[in-house]
């Protein structure tokens, strides 16, 4: 269902990831570009979340599935880049990076910025 080759994925497909933490919850935004209008992008897991590990990885993780729309399948799609833009919210307050995996690839690591009004004043700006 997915294609899974990394330069349609990974290479081209992301341009940033950003990590804040506020009260606890750490917040994730993804943006990027899909090759067509019949590819799609989709959260699938979190950790912690609903992904479970024996031992803890040291960082949050952020599971991302790219790749055509399955009614899509098969079928010829113009070639118009799409942007998209993804959100996530992982409760977590013992992790101080987000590992984003797409296709089951690890894409990057994030450093996960502490939220406070400083911070706050410097976004405005």
Same mark, same amino acid.
Do not use: Q
């Given at each position: 269902?997915?294609?899974?080759?990394?330069?349609?994925?990974?290479?081209?497909?992301?341009? !940033?990831?950003?990590?804040?933490?506020?009260?606890?919850?750490?917040?994730?935004?993804?943006?990027?570009?899909?090759?067509?209008?019949?590819?799609?992008?989709?959260?699938?897991?979190?950790?912690?979340?609903?992904?479970?590990?024996? !031992?803890?990885?040291?960082?949050?993780?952020?599971?991302?599935?790219?790749?055509?729309?399955?009614?899509?399948?098969?079928?010829?799609?113009?070639?118009?880049?799409?942007?998209?833009?993804?959100?996530?919210?992982?409760?977590?307050?013992?992790?101080?990076?987000?590992?984003?995996?797409?296709?089951?690839?690890?894409?990057?690591?994030?450093?996960?910025?502490?939220?406070?009004?400083?911070?706050?004043?410097?976004? !405005?700006?």
């Amino acid at each position: 269902m997915f294609d899974i080759s990394p330069y349609r994925t990974m290479m081209r497909a992301l341009e !940033k990831a950003t990590a804040y933490r506020r009260d606890g919850i750490i917040y994730i935004f993804v943006t990027g570009e899909m090759p067509t209008p019949c590819d799609e992008v989709k959260i699938v897991g979190t950790y912690p979340g609903n992904i479970v590990h024996i !031992k803890d990885p040291g960082v949050a993780e952020l599971f991302i599935k790219m790749g055509r729309k399955p009614e899509e399948e098969g079928e010829y799609c113009i070639p118009i880049v799409m942007p998209f833009f993804i959100e996530e919210e992982i409760e977590d307050s013992n992790h101080d990076e987000v590992a984003i995996y797409v296709n089951d690839n690890l894409y990057k690591r994030v450093e996960i910025e502490e939220w406070n009004e400083t911070f706050a004043g410097m976004r !405005k700006e």
